[in-house]
T-cell receptor, first 114, second 115 residues
Framework: GENVEQHPSTLSVQEGDSAVIKCTYS??????FPWYKQELGKRPQLIID?????GEKKDQRIAVTLNKTAKHFSLHITETQPEDSAVYFC?????????????FGKGTKLSVIP | GAGVSQSPSNKVTEKGKDVELRCDPI?????LYWYRQSLGQGLEFLIY????????KSGLPSDRFSAERTGGSVSTLTIQRTQQEDSAVYLC?????????????FGPGTRLTVT
């Protein structure tokens, strides 16, 4: 089955700096990679996702890059703000009929220091 | 519209007791997922429903765990003879597509504490 490794487990940055979280996956058939943000005591929410037919996707201050050859993908947050403080989870899954088990990384706790 | 809801929000139970956790998915969502999140850990996949059917139950940690879904809507996760290692937050999610490669909407979770 799929195995997703996520690094770092904790990350502290100054407000305004960039934050990068990296994930690697093991199953070369995986081709959907979402990122979820979980604020303290709240439910995980999708913030961005990428499919294997693209190498990069941006949404305002958030971007995700994918390297299928190396089997890794990264989340980039620019101009960080205190409200970005949360735990971020990456995940991977093969898409297509019958694919339903999303495998999550163990999470990165991001702290943005004002 | 209403999101995914779960009940109870918190449950404290004694070791050996049975518990039942409930999930109400977003109306019209065909797919429903259960996850377990232990303190400081990621989300561990437990089971997936496509409609009322669970194609794969191998993610359930032991035979003390079972789940069902009725009417393509509400789902219950039952843990029999609870153990302290069952203490965790149990999260339910639903999605419009039956493919896992689509946005999953999570509920607020049920925090289970086994004493």
């Amino acid at each position: 089955g799929e195995n997703v490794e996520q690094h770092p487990s904790t990350l502290s940055v100054q407000e305004g700096d960039s934050a990068v979280i990296k994930c690697t996956y093991s199953d070369s058939a995986s081709n959907y990679f979402p990122w979820y943000k979980q604020e303290l005591g709240k439910r995980p929410q999708l913030i961005i996702d990428i499919r294997s037919n693209v190498g990069e996707k941006k949404d305002q201050r958030i971007a995700v890059t994918l390297n299928k050859t190396a089997k890794h993908f990264s989340l980039h947050i620019t101009e960080t703000q205190p409200e970005d403080s949360a735990v971020y989870f990456c995940a991977a899954i093969p898409s297509g009929a019958g694919s339903y088990q999303l495998t999550f990384g163990k999470g990165t706790k991001l702290s943005v220091i004002p | 519209g209403a999101g995914v809801s779960q009940s109870p929000s918190n449950k404290v139970t004694e070791k050996g007791k049975d518990v039942e956790l409930r999930c109400d998915p977003i109306s019209g969502h065909t797919a429903l997922y259960w996850y377990r999140q232990s303190l400081g850990q990621g989300l561990e996949f437990l089971i997936y429903f496509q409609g009322n059917s669970a194609p794969d139950k191998s993610g359930l940690p032991s035979d003390r765990f079972s789940a069902e879904r009725t009417g393509g809507s509400v789902s219950t996760l039952t843990i029999q003879r609870t153990q302290q290692e069952d203490s965790a937050v149990y999260l339910c999610a639903s999605s419009l597509s039956t493919s896992g490669a689509s946005e999953q909407y999570f509920g607020p979770g049920t925090r289970l504490t086994v004493t």
